[in-house]
């Protein structure tokens, strides 16, 4: 069946480093991918998204890659701040037409001042 | 605007009873969804709507739980009777989607408990 899970379910890293989060879809029909970001007690945050006819999508210090040869989706944060840390989920909509999201597990990302 | 709107932020319940979740999504948003999170499934998707219809129901429970959207400024989730595995984080989320975007807003969510 379908399914989004993440390779590293916790990321620590320094403030300022450059961070990292991934993840592997396993629907090759998914034509939508987006990042959340949520901080305790919170709902999630939408941080990015991108579309399958990209390969890349840059917002205000994040990035988003696609790699759909491989099915893996990466978001990266540049300059890492303290307020960066927060559980990152990656989703896709493997469902064309429909606006179904598959959310995967999570990652928690921890920056160390 | 003030982003999608759930009540209460918290309700604490004993077993057997009704709970009733409240959300008011973005205001011309015309998709609605409700999500549970749990630490042991995640983020799952129970219902959605769209123009107040339901689209997809079949992540919900159905003998206990309901959903509702009278109007395109309400909905609500029913549990009836609540059991102490509804524990959990209710999200509600809404959505315009567009040639660009399928982004969905996410409310703050109800904190259930149910003893």
């Known amino acids: 069946g379908e399914s989004v899970g993440l390779h590293l379910p916790t990321l620590s890293v320094q403030e300022g480093d450059n961070s990292i989060i991934n993840c592997a879809y396993s629907?090759?029909?998914?034509?939508?991918f987006i990042w959340y970001k949520q901080e305790s007690g919170k709902g999630p945050q939408f941080i990015i998204d991108?579309?399958?006819?990209?390969d890349k999508r840059q917002g205000q210090r994040v990035t988003v890659l696609l790699n759909k040869t491989v099915k893996h989706l990466s978001l990266q944060i540049a300059a890492t701040q303290p307020g960066d840390s927060a559980v990152y989920f990656c989703?896709?909509?493997?469902?064309?037409?429909?606006?179904?999201?598959?959310f995967g597990t999570g990652t928690r990302l921890l920056v160390s001042p | 605007d003030a982003g999608v709107i759930q009540s209460p932020r918290h309700e604490v319940t004993e077993m057997g009873q009704e709970v009733t979740l409240r959300c008011k999504p973005i205001?011309?948003?015309?998709?609605l969804f409700w999500y549970r999170q749990t630490m042991m499934q995640g983020l799952e998707l129970l219902v959605y709507?769209?123009?107040?219809?339901?689209?997809?129901d079949s992540g919900m429970p159905k003998d206990r739980f309901s959903a509702k959207m009278p109007n395109a400024s309400f909905s609500t989730l029913k549990i009836q009777p609540s059991e102490p595995r509804d524990s959990a984080v209710y999200f509600c989320?809404?959505?315009?989607?567009?040639?660009?975007?399928?982004?969905?807003?996410f409310g703050p969510g109800t904190r259930l408990t149910v003893l």
């Open positions: 989320a809404s959505s315009l989607p567009g040639a660009s975007t399928d982004t969905q807003y």
């Open positions: 629907n090759s029909a998914s034509d939508y």
């Open positions: 991108i579309r399958s006819n990209m």
């Open positions: 989703a896709e909509n493997p469902y064309t037409g429909f606006q179904k999201l598959v």
């Open positions: 205001s011309g948003h015309d998709y």
């Open positions: 709507f769209n123009n107040k219809a339901v689209m997809d």
